[in-house]
């Protein structure tokens, strides 16, 4: 069993920057792979960004390319997702979700495994 914690959404001026946090816990934590996803109001879930745990390869959907990093902290458990030029449309939940085993699929969160609870993120114009 793995628990995910998310935290560090809020409210932020279009242009603002947000630094979102995950942190697991729960059992020995080295997985394939942690991603990022969001869902606005009245849409599909949508991916936002992955990156390998053992590499730290990343991949980003192309809507939030150059104003999205994701990283990670093995020491602690931990994959951020920071936020910068945030745009109205980037307003949503924000879910991480870990995927535990290799698999080729990354941007489906019906491959991944566990997922933390979301965080508000409110991007006002």
């Known amino acids: 069993q793995v628990q995910l914690v998310e935290s560090g959404g809020g409210l932020v001026q279009a242009g603002g920057s947000l630094r979102l946090s995950c942190a697991a816990s729960?059992?020995?934590?080295?997985?394939?792979?942690m991603g990022w996803f969001r869902q606005a109001p009245g849409k599909d879930r949508e991916f936002v960004a992955t990156i390998t745990w053992s590499e730290g390869t990343t991949t980003y959907v192309t809507s939030v390319k150059d104003r999205f990093t994701i990283s990670r902290d093995k020491a602690k458990n931990t994959v951020y997702l920071q936020m910068n030029s945030l745009k109205p449309e980037d307003t949503a939940v924000y879910y991480c979700a870990v995927k535990l085993y290799f698999g080729l699929i990354f941007n489906d969160g019906r491959f991944y495994d566990y997922w933390g609870q979301g965080t508000q993120v409110t991007v006002s114009s």
């Open positions: 729960g059992r020995t934590f080295s997985p394939y792979r």
